[in-house]
């Protein structure tokens, strides 16, 4: 079954420094779909980005980054420079297909990031 | 703003109720998919219509039902509420099948007392 782990449970930095948010998947499928979402204070789901597993190149936008490396299964998120509004939950996820050949997907657990000023 | 509408924002009701919890897609987007959110179970889906068509069931309890209307409008309901369901439910929508991710609604934070 599609598994999503995001070990560190909650991470604090100081504002400016780096910081990379680790995720690992489990999945039997070939074709899936890789997802990161952010949960400000405020509680709505924010999407980040999309990574389909025939790209595998990184991608960066900003201060944020994503390391696709489907070798480890990883699909890690860096942030560069990190501010205090970076401060939220993200959230890494799995695509799983369902047998109706729609699309669900499966969350970790959320990563809690607390940057300091 | 997502373009997903979800009502109300909160709700506070007692144990053994029961609510309906209403969502209206982004303009064009076929597929309605719930989730909750829990502090102990996380993220979780609980069921996925796609024009009006149930294709795809998580983990939902049978105390609780969902429909999609010929407008696209989905609602939840949650019936014989118990402390436990007390969580964020979202509602997220897509234009097809959801490959292309979703669009999630601000959720629905329901206490149960």
């Known amino acids: 079954a599609q598994k999503v782990t995001q070990a560190q449970t909650e991470i604090s930095v100081v504002e400016k420094e780096d910081v990379t948010l680790d995720c690992v998947y489990e999945?039997?499928?070939?074709?899936?779909?890789l997802f990161w979402y952010k949960q400000p204070p405020s509680g709505e789901l924010v999407f980040l980005i999309r990574r389909n597993s025939f790209d595998e190149q990184n991608e960066i936008s900003g201060r944020y980054s994503w390391n696709f490396q489907k070798s480890t299964s990883s699909f890690n998120f860096t942030i560069t420079a990190s501010q205090v509004v970076d401060s939220a939950v993200y959230f890494c996820a799995l695509s799983e297909v369902s047998t109706s050949g729609t699309y669900k997907y499966i969350f970790g657990t959320g990563t809690r990031l607390k940057v300091l000023a | 703003d997502s373009g997903v509408t979800q009502t109300p924002k909160h709700l506070i009701t007692a144990t053994g109720q029961r609510v309906t919890l209403r969502c209206s897609p982004r303009s064009g987007d076929l597929s309605v998919y719930w989730y909750q959110q829990s502090l102990d179970q996380g993220l979780q889906f609980l069921i996925q219509?796609?024009?009006?068509?149930?294709?795809a069931k998580g983990n939902i309890l049978e105390r609780f039902s969902a429909q999609q209307f010929p407008d696209l409008h989905s609602e939840l309901n949650l019936s014989s509420l118990e402390l436990g369901d007390s969580a964020l439910y979202f509602c997220?929508?897509?234009?097809?099948?959801?490959?292309?991710?979703?669009?999630f609604g601000s959720g629905t934070r329901l206490t149960v007392v």
């Open positions: 219509y796609y024009n009006g068509e149930e294709r």
């Open positions: 997220a929508s897509s234009p097809y099948g959801g490959e292309g991710g979703y669009t």
């Open positions: 999945t039997r499928d070939t074709t899936y779909y």
